[in-house]
């Protein structure tokens, strides 16, 4: 059940705590519901207006234009539109944001290529990189819910420019304001990530549903399948134009891996041939770091009192950050496989150990 008590999504310090949302689909629709769920003051526009009636109802704000959203003045403007349409959308946001004001986040699942469009609009000063680990393989407002970002990690992305006071406020919002956990890292780090965790996985997962369908066997086999197909091949029921544009989007990454990968099978395949017994075991225990991180993981999920499980007790505690030198602590803490859930101050946040394999 999501949580609806009130909370301040900025700081308090702030002169503002609207949010602005650009795109209300699946993910900008789930997004805007979940603030206003929890207290958020939201507004939003969409290129078409069929989500409004609904929106307004259920407490979102609807601007007829992105002009006149910008010019609201939000706190942060958090744009959840297509890639695609990012350039137009940021041409016609530098005409009437006040970047003084107003910061700019995203959800794209690809930060290099958004930072490059918003440093060409001129808009780089205000702009804080985000993705958040939230979906499904359904798409629109019809399928948004708020439930959607229960306990998801976000992405941040920093460079060299980007401003901590801003960072922040972007910080604030999601932690704060959406309820999640986050990791900082750079755009480099994160679509190289992005691109192993799930660009990559949905061109595997499209050739499994590719392979069964050009299969003479494929009835019998569609017959057969259980849940491990269901599993290996959800990712593949999504939208292809989606998933190319995704997959596009993030093209050398996908490339490198999907190389590795035809390389793993290839081996495999010919251990197999060969009779290689030793290859086939090494194979299959390679492995055994990520079946006993997820294991560990299971046991903390499903645990009644989670201070119960082994070494929880030393899996939170205080982190603080150098001013100085933020950017290196706070992507050294997202190598120790360390989440940002709380943040107590400007420069401590409270952590939790959550994917250290």
Not at 95 to 123: C, F, H, I, P, Y
Not at 238 to 253: F, G, K, L
Not at 322 to 331: F, I, S
Request: glycine share 6%.
């Amino acid at each position: 059940m999501v949580e609806a008590q009130p909370t301040h999504t900025i700081h308090a310090n702030d002169r503002n705590h609207t949010v602005g949302i650009v795109g209300l689909g699946l993910i900008g629709g789930s997004l805007a519901r979940r603030l206003v769920a929890r207290g958020a003051d939201v507004i939003a526009w969409n290129h078409r207006d069929h989500p409004y009636a609904q929106a307004q109802a259920d407490g979102i704000r609807c601007m007829t234009t992105l002009a006149e959203l910008a010019q609201a003045q939000p706190a942060i403007i958090v744009l959840c539109n297509p890639l695609k349409a990012m350039p137009a959308i940021l041409a016609e946001l530098k005409r009437s944001l006040n970047s003084q004001v107003t910061t700019l986040t995203d959800v794209g699942s690809v930060k290099t290529m958004v930072r490059e469009q918003v440093n060409d609009a001129g808009l780089g000063e205000c702009y804080v990189g985000a993705h958040p680990m939230a979906g499904n393989e359904l798409s629109g407002w019809s399928a948004a819910d708020p439930a959607l970002y229960n306990d998801a990690l976000w992405a941040v992305s920093v460079d060299e420019h980007t401003d901590y006071d801003r960072f922040l406020a972007v910080a604030r919002l999601i932690v704060q304001g959406v309820g999640n956990r986050i990791i900082v890292i750079n755009d480099h780090v994160h679509d190289g990530a992005a691109a192993m965790i799930s660009h990559m996985p949905h061109v595997v997962s499209t050739a499994l549903i590719n392979e069964i369908t050009a299969h003479p066997d494929r009835n019998i086999a569609a017959a057969l399948a259980a849940g491990c197909w269901r599993d290996m091949t959800r990712v593949a029921l999504t939208d292809p134009n989606r998933t190319r544009a995704m997959v596009d989007e993030d093209a050398a990454n996908v490339e490198t891996l999907l190389r590795s990968m035809a390389t793993r099978l290839t081996d495999m395949a010919d251990a197999l041939r060969d009779g290689d017994s030793d290859r086939i075991t090494d194979f299959f225990a390679a492995g055994q770091p990520f079946r006993d991180y997820k294991a560990a993981q299971r046991l903390r999920d499903s645990a009644g009192d989670p201070a119960s499980v082994p070494g929880a007790e030393q899996s939170e505690y205080d982190l603080h950050i150098d001013p100085d030198h933020w950017r290196a602590d706070l992507l050294a803490s997202a190598r120790r496989g360390e989440h940002i859930v709380a943040i107590r101050d400007s420069y401590d946040m409270r952590v939790q150990v959550r994917s250290a394999i």
